[in-house]
């Protein structure tokens, strides 16, 4: 199944979910080339909640852009295959090495909105991230390696900590609660 087809047939959680996956769709019958950092106005990145087998903690690093503890994640980079582009982001962010996928479809899907910085020397205008969400399973016992560019923290947050470490207000109200839900619920849980 092809990314659109995937996105297509995902079921929305929330008026959120519908309504961003909405202007994924348009926006991928309206712009091209939305796998890459070129497209300057939007692309695809993929995330992973990325909890422990007993899917009571959730594996975070400390954001350096955002100052603030965060999920994984990452620029699709051309690749259209936004599961590997999860996996690929949460090993290179974190250091583990053994990753289990929950399930393989989509987990969440959401719009998110990135103002402007400096990234290696170089300004990025504010534009948006078309974000597909994945479960991910990882061992606790791995060993935890930061990523000095992207992070400069990696550690387990129990999932009710999850707001109280995190900064970024419209994320924990939005995205990380909405995630928290689905898993407490068991919702996507093979």
Known sequence: MNLKEQIQNYKPYNEQEAKDQKTILT?????EDVLTRKNEFGHF?????????ERTKV????HNI??????TGGHADGESDLLQTAIRELKEETGVENVKVVNPDIFSLEILTVDGHMK???????????NLTYLL??????????KEDENSGVKWVRLEEVK???????????????????LQRKENLV
């Open 120 to 130: 290696k020397g170089n300004y990025v205008s504010s534009h948006v991230h078309l």
């Open 59 to 62: 594996l975070m690093i400390y």
């Open 137 to 146: 399973e990882v061992d606790e016992n791995e060993i935890l390696k930061m």
């Open 27 to 31: 926006y991928l019958d309206t712009f």
């Open 164 to 182: 109280k470490v995190s900064n970024e207000k419209w994320m924990c109200e939005n995205i990380y609660g909405k995630l928290n839900k689905r």
């Open 45 to 53: 990145t993929a995330s992973s909640w990325a909890v422990n087998p």
């Open 66 to 71: 955002y100052q603030s503890w965060a999920w």
